[in-house]
């Protein structure tokens, strides 16, 4: 079976401040791939990334970073020099290959960023 | 550029009413799927469908049914409106399960039974 834990149930930082958003996944299959989701106060759901489990690269767009390590099975998920537009809802997914694309979700981290 | 649309955004319920959450995709996608968000809870899956005429039940699929007669179009039925069905209910779609793309949302449909 698979799991996300996103252990941070709500954050605030200071507009500006760098902020790290963890995820830490559990699953027995080798193929599998990790999502992160952003939900504004409006509510809809915009897809951030998505990665493999056979790229460990980390990513890079713009102020976001994404850093993959698959042996401590965590996603986790940098803002920099954050914005007030970046308040939401984060969501970390996990879904595995095959069968009907089966995504699980972690219960979200709320960030506030405060001007 | 519409995607998934739902329909209605926003509804609310008397116990014991029926309605049905209207989902259309125009992306030509063959697996849909309909998730409910709690409160401070992820998405959990209630019914998903990976093409025209084959549904099956995902996590918390009691109290609800869907079908599938067109690749476009995947409503869900409550048939007994229960005040434990008060949810944020997304429609997603996806174009198949082999490369894993990302689900596409729709907005949402916030229901409240009363």
């Known amino acids: 079976a698979q799991k996300v834990t996103q252990a941070q149930t709500e954050i605030s930082v200071v507009e500006k401040e760098d902020v790290t958003l963890d995820c830490v996944y559990e699953?027995?299959?080798?193929?599998?791939?990790l999502f992160w989701y952003k939900q504004p106060p409006s509510g809809e759901l915009v897809f951030l990334i998505r990665?493999?489990?056979?790229?460990?690269q980390n990513e890079i767009s713009g102020r976001y970073s994404w850093n993959f390590q698959k042996s401590t099975s965590s996603f986790n998920f940098t803002i920099t020099a954050s914005q007030v537009v970046d308040s939401a809802v984060y969501f970390c997914?996990?879904?595995?290959?095959?069968?009907?694309?089966?995504?699980?979700f972690g219960t979200g981290t709320k960030l506030q960023v405060i001007p | 550029n519409a995607g998934v649309t739902q329909t209605p955004k926003f509804r609310i319920l008397k116990i014991g009413q029926s309605m049905t959450l209207q989902c259309t995709q125009d992306?030509?996608?063959?697996?849909m799927y309909w998730y409910r968000q709690d409160p401070g809870m992820g998405l959990k899956l209630i019914y998903y469908?990976?093409?025209?005429?084959?549904?099956d039940k995902g996590e918390v699929p009691n109290g609800y049914n869907v079908s599938r007669s067109t690749t476009e179009d995947f409503p869900l039925r409550l048939e007994l409106a229960a005040p434990s069905q008060t949810s944020v209910y997304f429609c997603?779609?996806?174009?198949?399960?082999?490369?894993?793309?990302?689900?596409?949302f729709g907005d949402g449909t916030r229901l409240s039974i009363l």
């Open positions: 997914a996990l879904s595995v290959a095959g069968g009907y694309q089966k995504v699980t």
């Open positions: 992306m030509n996608h063959n697996y």
């Open positions: 469908s990976v093409g025209a005429g084959i549904t």
């Open positions: 990665r493999n489990s056979f790229d460990e």
């Open positions: 997603a779609s996806s174009p198949d399960s082999i490369s894993n793309q990302p689900q596409h």
């Open positions: 699953t027995r299959d080798t193929t599998y791939y």
